[in-house]
């Protein structure tokens, strides 16, 4: 990956562009704030730098440095001198100091290099003190990033910080690879570690990339039976059935199947064990017979509805 230079044109560098505040931050000039890191050992390295700097940067080194007179957000470091960012702390440890550095640097320039090895944790410290800006920049440079390597893996990163624009980025890119990466078994398996809201966007998705529908089915059943499926939806009150019945209706478009796909597709479900879920399911029942029924419908019915809609890189038959 080449350098990338973030340069911020925001409202935060305009208030500080009459201020050569670098060069009292370089000095160590009138500071009033001192973020510590404490390696193992007890070897210790610290930032000197300016509250007023951090303050208007951050609404979450605002609430820590300003004191409150009212209410429940009296931090601790409103009334000390010293941040505590103790290298013995996982987070802490797995971004490093020369990464918090640079994005302190950042503050006072809005300037940052941004490389393949310093993008996420620079992206985890602007997403903890709400650096929006960085934020944004980071998105950027990782969405040009997306590989077959590290798709699945950025996909959970996105959705751990709730990045909604990265997230999409990598779902479009999974569904337009779909086929290569469900042969994987290894990126399989972390698709089905996947929110079920996160499977039914890319599996619905127009940019699909299949053979036919039916090799949705055994993707759909493979998931239904992964032993982790459970555990990632544990905020839903539904059953796994349910979310597999849900899951048909919301991506499965077996009205775009051949008769012969669809003909195959029934004595696998009679024979293959890994497919009981869909011959005991209500649901596909239904899907099925609709699918049968199309065959006999004039065009211009079938397209009014987007489950007899042929996927857009959906090879023909």
């Known amino acids: 990956?080449?350098?990338?230079?973030?340069?911020?044109?925001?409202?935060?560098?305009?208030?500080?562009?009459?201020?050569?505040?670098?060069?009292?931050?370089?000095?160590?000039?009138?500071?009033?704030?001192?973020?510590?890191?404490?390696?193992?050992?007890?070897?210790?390295?610290?930032?000197?730098?300016?509250?007023?700097?951090?303050?208007?940067a951050s609404p979450v080194f605002y609430n820590m440095l300003v004191r409150k007179e009212e209410g429940p957000m009296n931090w601790l470091e409103s009334s000390s001198l010293v941040i505590d960012m103790s290298l013995s702390d996982n987070f802490w440890s797995a971004i490093g100091f020369d990464v918090v550095k640079q994005v302190i640097d950042y503050l006072y320039t809005r300037k940052i290099r941004?490389?393949?090895?310093?993008?996420?944790?620079?992206q985890m410290v602007a997403h903890m003190y709400q650096l929006d800006s960085l934020m944004s920049a980071c998105?950027?440079?990782?969405?040009?990033?997306?590989?077959m390597e590290n798709v699945v893996s950025m996909m959970h990163y996105a959705n751990t910080l709730m990045i909604s624009n990265l997230e999409s980025a990598c779902i479009q890119f999974i569904a337009r690879h779909f086929q290569e990466i469900a042969?994987?078994?290894?990126m399989r398996r972390e698709l089905f570690a996947l929110p079920q809201s996160t499977i039914t966007e890319m599996l619905s998705s127009n940019q699909l990339s299949v053979d036919d529908e039916c090799q949705l089915c055994h993707f759909l059943c493979e998931w239904a039976q992964h032993p982790g499926v459970e555990e990632n939806d544990?905020?839903?009150?539904?059953?796994?059935r349910e979310q597999f019945d849900e899951l048909l209706c919301a991506c499965l478009r077996l009205p775009t199947a051949t008769r012969s796909q669809l003909d195959q597709l029934l004595l696998q479900v009679d024979n293959v064990e890994r497919l009981k879920w869909l011959k005991e399911s209500s649901v596909f029942r239904v899907i099925l017979s609709e699918a049968l029924e199309h065959k006999q419908q004039p065009k211009i019915y079938r397209d009014q509805q987007t489950r007899f809609q042929r996927r857009l890189i959906h090879k023909k038959p």
Not at 23 to 40: I, P
Not at 114 to 122: F, K
Not at 139 to 147: G, V
Not at 183 to 186: I, K, S, T
Request: proline share 1%; hydrophobic share 40%; charged share 25%.
């Open 183 to 186: 042969l994987v078994d290894d």
């Open 114 to 122: 941004l490389t393949v090895h310093n993008l996420i944790p620079v």
């Open 1 to 56: 990956m080449n350098k990338l230079y973030f340069i911020d044109h925001s409202k935060a560098e305009r208030c500080f562009h009459s201020l050569d505040m670098w060069y009292f931050y370089e000095k160590e000039l009138l500071t009033d704030v001192v973020l510590n890191f404490t390696h193992e050992g007890n070897r210790k390295q610290e930032i000197r730098c300016h509250r007023l700097v951090l303050c208007a």
């Open 234 to 240: 544990y905020l839903s009150n539904k059953t796994k």
């Open 139 to 147: 998105t950027e440079a990782l969405k040009e990033h997306i590989q």
